[in-house]
């Protein structure tokens, strides 16, 4: 994988340690508490395009499966139609022996 800050060692190792809610130390300089918040707000925009790209093959898939479905129905609605066209009617049925 790529280091997406080379030359800047101490990002990578700020990087390896588990989540802390406050990343931003109080003898962290200015420089580096606006750095931390660039990282971060970069890493939760590549999770929230990652996540929109999975929503948006979801919404392409269900709405296929939709159309299919649309299509089934109608079929089946001009199956049941050409069935009741068939039956006989009433006056029919009194002619019948």
Same mark, same amino acid.
């Given at each position: 994988?790529? =280091?997406?800050?080379?030359?800047?060692?101490?990002?990578?190792?700020?990087?390896?340690? =588990?989540?802390? @809610?406050? @990343?931003? =130390?109080?003898?962290?300089?200015?420089?580096?508490?606006?750095?931390?918040?660039?990282?971060? !707000?970069?890493?939760?925009?590549?999770?929230?395009?990652?996540?929109?790209?999975?929503?948006?093959?979801?919404?392409?898939?269900?709405?296929?499966?939709?159309?299919?479905?649309?299509?089934?129905?109608? =079929?089946?609605?001009?199956?049941? #139609?050409? !069935?009741?066209?068939?039956?006989?009617?009433?006056?029919?049925?009194? #002619?019948?022996?």
């Amino acid at each position: 994988m790529k =280091a997406r800050y080379p030359g800047r060692p101490e990002v990578a190792r700020r990087k390896a340690h =588990a989540y802390n @809610p406050c @990343p931003m =130390a109080l003898d962290a300089s200015p420089f580096d508490q606006i750095s931390d918040r660039v990282e971060r !707000l970069l890493e939760r925009h590549e999770q929230l395009h990652r996540t929109c790209t999975l929503l948006t093959e979801q919404v392409a898939t269900l709405t296929q499966e939709r159309d299919s479905l649309r299509s089934r129905l109608q =079929a089946a609605r001009t199956r049941v #139609d050409a !069935l009741i066209e068939r039956l006989p009617t009433s006056e029919n049925s009194k #002619d019948a022996p």
